[in-house]
């Protein structure tokens, strides 16, 4: 592992890198972790940003924890094997989880975007969770483009019809349900 500073992880030499573990680096640089195709799992307790291409095709990667990310670039983790998004403070996304065909579930608390293609490809995709207090607006239709068709979106009860009717996001009105609708075993 290279590290100019402290806080900053720049890349990772060996592609043999089963697990990483820590709580000291804020940030991810572009394609630190690039191919690592036997990285399965990553935890990160402290990283605030995680840059463009960081995981991309880390295919082994199932087990990815950022409980303090804000942002993920541009292909963060583009065709990577994530099957659970769960970033609570993630404020900042466009194209971040595109191709990740075992990306299962996301669930959301703080992002106020979702941008063009976030989770376009995404063909296993079965939940998308939305726990913000206020609308999220989503840019484009393409955000979920050519992922599972049968997928749903919860969202808090009370805002369950400005999703219906909200720019772009009626595109897929048919899936909108309200939080209190989310089965248990899926993360109510």
Not at 19 to 27: F, H, L, W, Y
Request: hydrophobic content about 40%; charged content about 20%.
């Amino acid at each position: 592992m290279h590290s100019g500073d402290a806080s900053t992880l720049y890349g990772i030499f060996s592609k043999e890198i089963t697990s990483i573990e820590n709580d000291v680096v804020s940030s991810i640089r572009e394609k630190a972790f690039y191919r690592c195709e036997k990285l399965s799992s990553a935890l990160f307790s402290n990283v605030k940003v995680v840059k463009s291409s960081a995981f991309e095709k880390c295919l082994a990667l199932v087990n990815a924890n950022f409980p303090s990310v804000e942002t993920c670039a541009y292909h963060s983790f583009y065709s990577s094997g994530i099957k659970k998004v769960n970033m609570p403070t993630l404020k900042a996304m466009e194209r971040a989880f595109e191709s990740c065909t075992s990306l299962e579930s996301v669930d959301l608390t703080e992002v106020p975007t979702i941008g063009a293609n976030a989770f376009k490809g995404c063909t296993a995709l079965k939940t998308v969770i939305i726990r913000n207090q206020e609308f999220v607006s989503l840019t484009a239709t393409s955000a979920f483009q050519n992922s599972n068709t049968k997928f749903i979106i919860y969202v808090l009860d009370d805002l369950v019809d400005s999703y219906k009717e909200g720019t772009n996001w009626s595109t897929y009105a048919n899936r909108i349900k309200p939080l209190s609708e989310l089965p248990a075993e899926e993360g109510a």
